[in-house]
């Protein structure tokens, strides 16, 4: 429902409960200003604490390292300015400021940021003479039901600080490849570009989710990440500075699978839909298709996809290093398997400019790039090309695997920085080298001729 519906649908409340036309509207009319205080109260609790985030960014998608701006939103959570936003706010971010409420402005560092459940923990620089700052308490989505008014606050747009009304349209909202581990708060108060990170607060004036995304056109269809999430990812981007989650290889599939069109007898478990190869799972000997039963002697179970977050979650908290228990189904046998999870690590690989060659590379990563893993567990490959330049002038194109420079091997961006300043050394003499990149699994040889200077045309 837009907000336009929310207010249409009060509206119509109030005038079929009026009396006969000539009687009293008294009670009607107290109890629509009393709806107006209830939204005003909860707004003033959580209103101060929005932050308005304006970053500078390192971005190497055009082919070349570029500082790029933004904006965002956040949301104060402690009075010594400890402040939640979003991952993909602060991605690559060389510096932070931010705008208060008041009108101070403060720099922020980076304490933690997840890219799994895309949450950021900043923290605001102050001084012992500073005020403390104006915090929101965060509340409990899992009261939530749909039809309960909510508020989004943020600055869409680059607009500083506002507020939109609406309902949550779905409290238990799955989005496919967007997050493993939470579902999300679905709610038609409008969430635009730059309210990311902002918070979405009840009537009660507690902050139940934080923005992350919402439909470019129509403006009615908003996703925030729910209170319950952020409650458990809080301390462990404080402590650990980030997700700190634990990798088992586990791909899962729930019992009631609508969009496979498959479904398994039974209410409990969850089914295994893959271990991945060279996973804890895979070396402790879980298969595809068993049925897990137990972690650690506490029942799973996962009827349809909404249920899949909370398992993967209840896997990937799992102390690392430490065997756990699985009680799985294997046809009519049950089984004890001890799985060892390892640290999951980095999300995202480290990227680097390469100028005259013109094209941007970053190390291949098993949860950013699974694709290319697939082809090679360690390696560089072409992130972003220049266009016009010399690497798309000689047929680079974006996601080769980068195997050879001339003779020598190139596993690593360091490799891989080292043949270019060998290269730029001798440009003057020498400005032909052979790559032999790997190619949608296809091996291949370029010629890349990095004679023209294009920063200089």
């Known amino acids: 429902m837009s907000r336009w519906g929310v ?112 949450l950021a923990l900043l923290q605001l620089e102050s001084k012992p003479a500073d005020p403390k700052f104006p915090f929101a308490q965060i509340g409990d989505s899992d009261k939530l039901t749909e039809g309960d008014f909510v ?128 996973s804890p799972a895979a070396d402790a000997g879980v298969q595809t298709r068993d049925r897990i039963l137990k972690i650690n002697g506490k029942s799973v179970a996962a009827l349809t996809e909404e249920d899949l977050p909370a398992v993967r979650e209840r896997l990937a908290l799992a102390e690392a290093d430490k065997p756990m228990e699985l009680l799985v189904r294997r046809g009519a046998e049950e089984l004890t398997l001890k799985v060892t999870p390892r640290i999951k690590g980095k999300t995202q690989g480290e990227q680097k400019d390469f100028p005259r060659w013109d094209f941007t590379a970053a190390s291949i990563n098993q949860f950013d790039n699974a694709d290319l893993y697939f082809h090679r567990k360690q390696g560089v490959f072409v992130k972003g090309i220049k266009q016009p330049g010399n690497a798309v002038t000689s047929g680079l194109q974006p996601n080769d695997i980068v195997l050879r420079i001339g003779q020598g091997e190139i596993k690593s961006l360091e490799e891989l920085t080292t043949a270019h300043q060998a290269a730029m050394t001798n440009v003057d003499k020498e400005h032909r080298i052979l790559l032999t990149v790997l190619r949608n699994g296809m091996m291949r040889q370029v010629v890349l001729d990095f004679s023209r200077d294009y920063a200089k045309q």
């Not at 959580?46 to 390192?58: C, D, M, N, Q, T």
């Not at 949550?168 to 409008?190: G, K, P, W």
């Not at 995304?213 to 999430?229: E, H, K, N």
């Not at 478990?269 to 893959?274: E, K, L, S």
Request: hydrophobic share 40%; proline share 4%.
């Open 151 to 278: 508020m989004a606050m943020g600055a869409p747009w680059g607009l500083s600080r506002s507020v939109s009304i609406g309902i949550i349209s779905c409290t238990r909202r799955y989005l496919t490849d967007v997050s493993e581990y939470n579902l999300f708060l679905q709610t038609d108060a409008s969430i635009s570009p730059g309210n990311s990170g902002g918070p979405l607060v009840d009537t009660d004036g507690r902050v139940v989710g934080l923005n992350s995304r919402g439909a470019m056109q129509g403006g009615d269809l908003g996703f925030a990440i729910p209170a319950s999430t952020l409650k458990t990812m809080l301390p462990r981007l404080a402590e650990f500075g980030a997700g700190n989650w634990a990798y088992t290889g586990i791909r899962l599939q729930p019992l009631r699978d609508f969009t496979r069109d498959m479904y398994f007898d039974g209410t409990d478990g969850v089914i295994v839909a893959q271990a991945e190869p060279n």
């Open 7 to 118: 207010f249409c649908v009060l509206m119509v409340a109030i005038f079929v409960a009026m009396p006969a036309r000539g009687e009293s509207t008294k009670e009607d009319l107290m109890a629509a200003s009393d709806f107006r205080q209830t939204v005003h109260t909860a707004k003033q609790k959580v209103f101060p604490a929005v932050v308005f985030i304006r970053v500078l960014s390192e971005n190497y998608e055009s082919g070349r390292k570029q500082n790029v701006e933004s904006t965002g939103s956040g949301v104060i959570v402690s009075e010594d300015g400890r402040v939640l936003t979003n991952w993909h706010v602060i991605d690559n971010a060389v510096e932070i400021r931010c705008l208060l409420f008041d009108g101070r402005a403060a720099k922020a560092t980076i304490v933690g940021s997840d890219k799994d459940t895309d």
